[in-house]
């Protein structure tokens, strides 16, 4: 029987994605007052107007960010989704490859995972309670990923850990 089980997550907007839309904004509205000092009102100032207002909205829209998480058969990939149109691959593997699994705590596992170079964040918050991490090589680098698996992910993804590196499972 085949298992397959999937689960979005929202990333929470924080200090750095509120201070890069108040940026945009700011500076559209520098733009605008140039462009009618510049144009007067004309077709052309309308034309540059519209052209601003919707590269905001494009640019402030890359903030939406969503991670799908997907087991099928003992496989996880993750993916990044901007805005519920572009879709990127973050993550792919085969979960008997993992070799330390954990619900996250920073103080337990500081050491841990601050050795390790690469780090991708699938996450709705660094600071939600369910965050669990796993160590594998990806694209041949050892890699450290935080994500956050609901009950069904976890029970579908734990016949193919290995049980000797699963640390503070519940």
């Excluded at 201070?19 to 034309?47: H, K, N």
């Excluded at 992910?153 to 049980?163: F, H, R, V």
């Amino acid at each position: 029987m085949d298992i397959f089980v999937e689960r979005i997550v929202a990333k929470k907007k924080d200090f750095l994605d509120y201070f890069f839309i108040f940026a945009v904004f700011f500076s559209a509205l520098f733009l605008f007052s140039i462009v009618l000092y510049l144009f007067s009102i004309s077709s052309i100032s309308m034309m540059l107007l519209l052209i601003i207002s919707y590269l905001v909205y494009f640019v402030i829209s890359l903030r939406k960010i969503e991670y799908e998480y997907a087991v099928t058969n003992g496989e996880l990939d993750i993916d990044k989704i901007i805005n519920q149109k572009k879709r990127k691959r973050m993550f792919s593997a085969s979960c008997r490859e993992f070799s330390v699994f954990s619900k996250l705590d920073l103080e337990k596992h500081k050491n841990e995972i601050s050795e390790i170079p690469q780090k991708i964040k699938a996450v709705s918050s660094m600071n939600s309670q369910n965050v669990y991490f796993f160590t594998a090589n990806y694209k041949g680098k050892k890699s450290v990923v935080f994500f956050e698996p609901d009950e069904r992910m976890l029970n579908a993804l734990k016949p193919y850990i290995s049980k000797k590196i699963i640390k503070n499972w519940e």
